[in-house]
T-cell receptor, first 121, second 115 residues
């Protein structure tokens, strides 16, 4: 059982280059997330997808785009990489459920991928 | 807005000592969830515990225990008789309705256990 799989695990880019981080989960989870981790700042949410077909900005979305390709896959794209985007990126997924008022929600418990270390020179 | 504060940046202990990690949170939600995650040197994030805001019972799991006090908005984590394998970064996190149940993380506490 692979859980959440991210690729690539390591990447070095030059300023201005573009790249896409891929993420796939095999747990049939509705919600998927992209976080970045920087020293002393914990994990900060970049974008999330509460369910297939929806995406929303998180805390630090500038410079990124996402695509929820299907229920399994959620990719993160850097269109023009900047040194400030040097970070470790984590993809995560969580179960979502439809509550009594018809909103998608969940407890927030996340299952994480192994992380992707990105360096922008 | 939700906020999680882990005041301790780094803690260093000798093996077999107890270590307590503090976590203080802010939220306007009446229902919320609190979490602890562990990140060992290998880098992956490991789920340790989830606590519902309605359940203030303390929990013990082996050498790990958690003290949830709603009155002080704290959810502290204690490792008893620490071992070298406990060396890791530990994150406290919070989710609630006001933030669409997305996790807000604290900055993390790095625990180093010396042999």
């Amino acid at each position: 059982n692979a859980g959440v799989t991210q690729t690539p695990k390591f990447q070095v880019l030059k300023t201005g280059q573009s790249m896409t981080l891929q993420c796939a989960q095999d747990m049939n989870h509705n919600s998927m997330y992209w976080y970045r981790q920087d020293p002393g700042m914990g994990l900060r949410l970049i974008y999330y997808s509460a369910s297939e077909g929806t995406t929303d900005k998180g805390e630090v979305p500038n410079g990124y785009n996402v695509s929820r390709l299907n229920k399994r896959e959620f990719s993160l794209r850097l269109e023009s990489a900047a040194p400030s985007q040097t970070s470790v990126y984590f993809c995560a997924s969580s179960e979502g459920f439809w509550d009594r008022v018809g909103s998608m929600t969940n407890t927030g418990e996340l299952f994480f991928g192994e992380g992707s270390r990105l360096t922008v020179l | 807005a939700q906020k999680v504060t882990q005041a301790q940046t780094e803690i260093s202990v000798v093996e077999k000592e107890d270590v307590t990690l503090d976590c203080v949170y802010e939220t306007r939600d009446t229902t919320y969830y609190l979490f602890w995650y562990k990140q060992p040197p290998s880098g992956e994030l490991v789920f340790l515990i989830r606590r519902n805001s309605f359940d203030e019972q303390n929990e013990i799991s082996g050498r790990y225990s958690w003290n949830f006090q709603k009155s002080t908005s704290s959810f502290n984590f204690t490792i008893t008789a620490s071992q070298v394998v406990d060396s890791a970064v530990y994150f406290c996190a919070l989710s609630g309705l006001s933030n669409d149940y997305k996790l807000s993380f604290g900055a993390g506490t790095t625990v180093t256990v010396r042999a």
